[in-house]
C-alpha cells in the first residue's frame, strides 16, 4: 500500500499545497494514510485502502471516527470533490501538454 500511497502522491504533487504520507498514523499492509493540504488551505487526512481513498479527518494526522465520507476509486475524483483549484491546475497542466503535442506535431 505504502508503494500505491508514493505514486498517488507523485500523480498530483503538482495541484496541492502539501500531500505526503502520515509518519503519525500507522503504515499496515492494507491501509496507509495520507495528508493533504488542497490550494485553498484546506487539511485532509486521507486513508488508502484496496477500496480506495477517503477522507478520514479534517487534520493532518488524526482519524475522526465519526466521519463516514464515500471511498473514492481515484485520487482525481477525490480532490475534484474537494477542491475546486485542484481541477483548475489539473485542466492548465492537460491544457499544456496538449499544446506541447500540438507544437511538435506543427
Avoid at 9 to 34: G, K, W, Y
Avoid at 59 to 87: G, K, W
Wanted: charged letters at 25%; aromatic letters at 8%; proline letters at 2%.
Amino acid at each position: 500500500m505504502r508503494e500505491e500511497a508514493e505514486a498517488v502522491i507523485h500523480d498530483v504533487s503538482f495541484a496541492v499545497n502539501h500531500m505526503a504520507v502520515s509518519t503519525m498514523l500507522p503504515v499496515r499492509e492494507d491501509v496507509v494514510f495520507i495528508n493533504v493540504e488542497t490550494l485553498e488551505r484546506n487539511r485532509y487526512c486521507l486513508e488508502l485502502t484496496e477500496a480506495g481513498l477517503r477522507v478520514v479527518a479534517y487534520n493532518f494526522d488524526q482519524v475522526d471516527e465519526s466521519l463516514s465520507m464515500e471511498f473514492h476509486e481515484t485520487i482525481y475524483s477525490l480532490l475534484d470533490l474537494l477542491s475546486p483549484a485542484y481541477r483548475d491546475a489539473f485542466g492548465n497542466a492537460l491544457l499544456r501538454k496538449l499544446e506541447v503535442l500540438t507544437n511538435r506535431q506543427a
